[in-house]
């Protein structure tokens, strides 16, 4: 018979208030193999635990029930408790009366009926409980960063700084993202290309880090320690070690094609460097527009190479590698326009994105850092800046607020009033949001002190009227249309996901928000962490944030790293399927459902009638199975029972809730 | 090629010059248009009060006849338009306004929006092709620059009327492109014109048409074109009470371009004294 | 300006809701439609405005403007609203919950037989009886 001891908590009036204890208790008394019943206020507390450890070893209770809240929340404490006082922890049971009954229901009586069915089934469940022990899982020393913008970086170094191994892959020819177009830095002005460049040499000098630019991770397999991952380098089409980085291919190339990194605004050649700071500073071949690929003629870049770098017949390469953790750093895009056609992006030169707008007052821009209007040449006067251009709109843009447009518009006005003294800015906004240290002291100083003026109101349209952009917005704090003669207009795009964010995830196994941002564990207590374990996110990969947040994110997410390779081992969840082999009949059906791979099949030598006979069989690699349970609901003869949630558990509790 | 047609009123008195040229050139493109047999007055504006379902009777009645034929439904003035295309589309979406219309009606087969109601210049871009259409062309339009003027009815609200981008529409440009005209491109080509208003509020309406026009004009417009008996006859009248007092560019009907380019009729009148 | 709970509940703003469709607290008055509205010149309290008042049940405001009968119902503003808000169908139902229950016609039909004289298409006239009387 067993000897089991149920534990009923209050939870203050959180359970206490809905369900009447005392008659649970009394009812708790009188289930099968229960031979003690008490309850507490707040059983999670250390007087809670020490009342059960006591009664462990008084009553000797060889199985425990917890009437608590979620398993979520205290499973593990009171696991831990038993553990202390000698109970193998897996024989503890958590019967939920407080999610799952006492929050969401109002009348005592009923609750109490709920309660009281929840621990009934609990215990009959428990009496199935059988003694776990849990395995190790080896973890590889070696993390792997996925995009090298400012949050890779940071994330890079300060795991390769606690002396692990780091390989960061980026997408792009060079690293260093966003942050490396921007001119300025809110609040304090300083330069993004003189803060950011310097991090950029680390991570190339790093003995810890090795970089994979121009390359993407094509498959992820494995799981926590042990991630299988396959890389693909693109071909560069340049031998990397003979390359000087010397320019003469770029003067010599033929073809131009649009600039990526300046955003379109002036052409890049068909081989090129992103920008001068690049890193690797090694020039790569678009062989989309290169003519040699294209046509199979030209070769200037080879004739021209001194160094003989130039490799045609360079293919891309595919490396396997292991790692125990990985960080996700893929960044944003900023939203396409095509949906707002009343401010005439695209339709007139003069018209930008705010993308645009840094490159162009950059010093390392298309122009030089002069700010000129496309259409002409010449210097703006009065140039009209736009928030919320898709942001916080659920009609065709993103419902969200993009979060860093009030003050990077904040930031345009004050540098081209710095640039051009002359110049005039208007700023149309919905709300001006400056969370953040020294945010709403340098948006005053935009106003105060730089004299740009804020209209609260939106732009209906701009009209190319001539030579001018008419901009007809309002005031709604004067309650007055506004008609504004412009020679710029510059828009706020809404920040938003990668397009193919929701492969990555896919492919990485994590979620994506409905805007295909993707998914934290816990937006508050697990802000870096995915429900993946050993996957970790930092940047606006995860949604929208500004630079001080990103490396804030960069860094906390190198510390979650840096605790899971800290450790040699793992201790595995030893809830996981088994087979019983004697029922088992072959069919592997359970291979088929398994999306964590961790079933294979093996043939077992069987002696039937003195002769040996080979039976085909399912495996599982408890190290692989993750305790989802689909093998068990796929298998027709029952052979395959969740440790922990096995058939005969399951029903227990079915029947203890149903007859 | 074979469709039901429903004129609507004002084809009949005011703009049978849009009706005419349709016709004519429909028939030179081999497309039939069955007019209706019994079609009512579409009631002009699309009413929003769902308690009253008489106004929704007429495009019903019609929408119903056309699915009984088997065919779509064409339409070429822009608010019979709008009014029969809102009307099908709150059929298929309300079902107490589905269960009354019907009630009423009794119709023998219930009608529960499974019809469609396209305007001419669908037909020509989605059945016909504007391709195909300037395959046919023999006076092409050559070095003509023609200002579409789109209006309010046919483009908005855009995602039940799903006529083209409402904010950058290209449907009126890409005909006149099959006719081989040269689109004039404006920035007020979708702004409304206001003609509502010009009953009861005729300098308003007169503001707006001024500002539609002269900047087509500056653009470099030698003409408009537009798809609305109501467009048509606000920027045709009120250009006359401008400052200017007289019209300053010519407004023709899209259909009157095509039956020219289809080599049906004489060239139309432009402002030549321009440049 | 006293702002009472009753005048929040009212009934009407309930019929305004049924009648247009429309959800006026979805609004955040961003000022989009005013921005948009080609016609807002003309108008005695601007389209946000309108929408404002009837978050705050300030119904008096709304009913006695000229800026209902001013709207052209080209639904500009609700095209571009980042919310989905339909102003046009919200001034479209001040203007029947007004001429269903005071009766008041906007337009006589003296007025019609000069417009006719100059070709008004009937399809003008017709909608200007739609929208402007009873």
């Given amino acids: 018979m067993r000897r089991i001891g149920v534990f009923v908590c209050w939870c203050g009036t959180n359970i206490a208030g809905t369900v009447d204890i005392e008659a649970v208790v009394e009812a708790a008394k009188k289930m099968p193999g229960v031979v003690y019943t008490g309850e507490y206020k707040y059983m999670c507390s250390e007087i809670g635990q020490s009342m059960i450890r006591d009664t462990i070893k008084k009553e000797q209770l060889d199985r425990l029930v917890i009437a608590s809240c979620s398993p979520r929340m205290h499973e593990a404490t009171f696991r831990r408790t038993a553990a202390a006082a000698g109970l193998n ?83 792009t020819p060079s690293i260093g993202g966003r942050m490396a177009q921007l001119d ?91 920008f001068p700071q690049a890193v690797p500073n090694v020039p790569v071949i678009d062989r989309t527009s290169c003519r040699w690929f294209k046509k199979g003629k030209c070769a200037v870049c080879k004739k021209v190479c001194p160094a003989d770098a130039v490799d045609y017949e360079q293919a891309d390469e595919l490396l396997e590698k292991k790692y125990g953790g990985i960080v996700l750093t ?244 030893p809830c996981v399927s088994e087979v019983n082999e004697e029922i088992c009949t072959g069919c592997l059906a359970c291979i088929q459902v398994c999306p964590y791979k961790a079933i294979t099949e093996k043939t077992l030598d069987q002696k039937v009638h003195g002769r040996v006979v080979q039976r085909l069989l399912a495996q599982v690699n408890e190290a692989l199975c993750q305790g989802c349970g689909s093998c068990t609901a796929a298998c027709r003869p029952g052979a395959i029972n969740l440790k922990s949630f096995s058939n005969d558990q399951i029903l227990a509790e079915v029947d203890a809730v149903c007859l | 090629m074979r469709f039901s047609y429903y004129p609507g009123c004002t084809l009949k008195t005011t703009a049978t010059e849009l009706e005419r040229s349709a016709l004519k050139a429909a028939k030179a493109l081999g497309i039939e248009l069955v007019e209706q047999k019994e079609w009512q007055c579409c009631g002009a504006v699309f009413p929003l009060v769902r308690d009253e379902i008489a106004a929704f009777l007429s495009s019903i009645r019609s929408l119903a006849a056309a699915r009984d034929a088997g065919e779509k439904l064409v339409t070429i003035c822009a608010a ?196 | 300006m006293k702002v009472s709970t009753e005048q929040l509940r009212s009934y009407i703003l309930k019929d305004i809701a049924v009648i247009s469709g429309e959800n006026v607290v979805e609004c955040y008055q961003c000022g989009k439609c005013t921005a948009a509205c080609p016609v807002s010149k003309a108008m005695d309290i601007l389209p946000h405005q309108v929408v404002r008042f009837l978050q705050l049940g300030m119904l008096d405001e709304v009913m006695e403007s000229n800026t209902i009968w001013i709207c052209a119902s080209c639904f500009t503003c609700a095209g571009r609203c980042p919310r989905d808000v339909d102003v046009a169908n919200i001034m479209e139902a001040l203007r029947v919950i007004l001429l269903r229950k005071r009766g008041v016609s906007r337009l006589k039909t003296e007025d019609v037989r000069l417009v006719f004289s100059e070709g008004m298409p009937e399809q003008g006239v017709v909608s200007a009886f739609r929208k402007f009387a009873r």
Avoid at chain 1, 106 to 125: D, G, H, P, Q, W
Avoid at chain 1, 135 to 141: K, L, R, S, T, Y
Avoid at chain 1, 203 to 209: K, L, Q, R, T
Avoid at chain 1, 375 to 402: L, M, T, W
């Fill in chain 2, 80 to 275: 019979c338009h709008h009014v029969i295309k809102r009307t099908n589309h709150l059929i298929k979406t309300d079902t107490e306004v589905r269960e009354k219309v019907n009630g009423y009606l009794q119709l023998e087969t219930s009608y529960l929006g499974e019809g469609s109601v396209i305007h001419y210049l669908e037909m020509l871009r989605d059945e016909l092709g504007f391709d195909e259409l300037a395959q046919k062309i023999k006076q092409p339009l050559t070095g003509r620059k023609i200002a579409a003027y789109y209006g309010c009815l046919l483009l908005r609200p855009a995602a039940i009327m799903a006529f083209d981008n409402a904010e950058n529409p290209r449907i009126i440009e890409d005909f006149l492109f099959a006719l081989g005209a040269t689109a004039v491109y404006y920035p007020y080509r979708t702004e409304c014109c206001g003609v509502y208003l010009s009953l009861n509020n005729t300098q308003i309406a007169t503001d707006m048409v001024e500002k539609i026009v002269s900047s087509a004009f500056s653009y470099g417009a030698e003409a408009l074109v537009d798809a609305c008996p109501l467009c048509h006859y606000n920027l045709l009248e009120l250009q006359k009470k401008t400052p200017q007092g007289k019209p300053l560019l010519p407004v023709y009907y899209f259909t009157e371009l095509l039956e020219e380019a289809l080599g049906l009729k004489e060239q139309t009148a432009v402002r030549k004294d321009r440049k």
């Fill in chain 1, 330 to 573: 893929t960044g944003f895009d900023t939203l396409k326009l095509d949906e707002f056609g009343e401010f005439g992006y695209g339709k007139h030169p003069d018209i930008i994105t705010s993308l645009e707008f840094e490159r162009l007052i950059n010093a390392s821009g298309p122009t030089g850092g002069k700010l000129v209007r496309l259409s002409n040449q010449e210097i703006p006067q009065n140039i009209v800046f736009i928030h919320c251009v898709g942001s916080r709109d659920k009609a065709r843009g993103k419902p969200y607020c993009s979060k860093i447009c009030c003050m990077y518009t904040a930031k345009h006005a004050i540098l081209l009033k710095e640039k051009y003294p002359h110049s005039q800015t208007y700023i149309f906004y919905i709300d001006v949001r400056t969370g953040g240290k020294e945010f709403e002291e340098f948006h005053r100083r935009a106003v105060e002190e730089y004299g740009a003026v804020y209209f609260r109101g939106i732009v209906g349209k701009v009209f190319p009227e001539g030579d001018k952009l008419l901009v007809q917005g309002v005031d709604s704090l004067s309650s007055r249309t506004i008609e504004i003669e412009a020679d710029m207009v510059v828009l706020a795009a809404a920040m938003q996901a990668r397009d193919d964010a929701a492969e990555v995830a896919r492919m990485l196994g994590i979620g994506v928000d409905t805007h295909h941002f993707f998914v934290e564990a816990h937006p508050k207590l697990r802000p870096v962490e995915t429900h993946s374990a050993g996957i970790y996110l930092a940047g606006a990969c995860q949604g929208p944030k500004d630079i001080p947040e990103t490396v804030a994110q960069a860094g906390a997410a190198a510390a979650k790293a840096i605790v899971l390779l800290s450790k040699k081992t793992l201790i595995a969840d």
């Fill in chain 1, 89 to 171: 922890p897996y024989l503890v049971e958590i019967a939920n009366i407080r999610e799952h009954c006492s929050w969401v229901h109002k009348e005592k009586e009923k609750a109490t009926t709920k309660a009281i069915a929840l621990i009934r089934a609990a215990v009959a469940k428990a009496a199935y409980n059988r003694e776990l022990v849990a395995g190790e899982i080896p973890v590889e020393q070696r993390a792997l960063v996925i995009g090298a913008g400012i949050a890779g970086i940071q994330a890079a170094l300060d795991i390769a700084d606690a002396g692990f191994e780091v390989d960061l892959v980026e997408r």
């Fill in chain 1, 184 to 274: 300025k830095t809110f609040p304090t002005l300083d330069c993004s290309a003189c803060i950011l460049t310097p991090k950029m040499v680390d991570v190339a000098s790093h003995p810890h880090i090795n970089l994979y630019t121009y390359s993407e991770v094509e498959k992820v397999e494995g799981y926590v320690g042990n991630f299988d991952v396959t890389i693909r380098k693109k071909a560069r089409s340049i031998d990397m070690s003979r390359c000087t980085g010397c320019g003469v291919c770029l003067e010599k190339c033929p073809i131009k094609v649009d600039s990526e990194f300046n955003e379109g605004l002036i052409k890049r050649k068909a081989i090129y460097i992103p």
